[in-house]
C-alpha cells in the first residue's frame, strides 16, 4: 500500500511541472470607424511553475520553423 502511495505522490508531482497550453480566438478591429471589419487570430496561452505567457500561433509555427532549420 505504501509503494501506491508513493507512486501517486510521484506521478502527481510529474504532472504539475507540466506546461498548460490553451488556446484562444481573438477577434479584434483594427480600424474603429470601420466596425464590420473584425479580424481574428489565435491565440496560445502557456502556463507553467515559472510564469505564463500569452502569444499568437502564427509566433509560434515561425518559431517552430526556424528551430527545425537549425537542428
Not at 479584434?28 to 500569452?54: P, W
Amino acid at each position: 500500500m505504501k509503494i501506491y502511495a508513493f507512486l501517486f505522490l510521484l506521478l502527481s508531482a510529474w504532472c504539475s511541472s507540466q506546461i498548460q497550453r490553451f488556446t484562444y480566438e481573438y477577434h479584434f478591429i483594427t480600424d474603429s470607424t470601420n466596425r464590420a471589419d473584425v479580424k481574428k487570430e489565435l491565440m496560445l496561452l502557456d502556463i507553467s511553475d515559472k510564469g505564463s505567457k500569452y502569444y499568437s500561433y502564427d509566433v509560434f509555427v515561425t518559431d517552430s520553423i526556424i528551430n527545425s532549420d537549425l537542428d
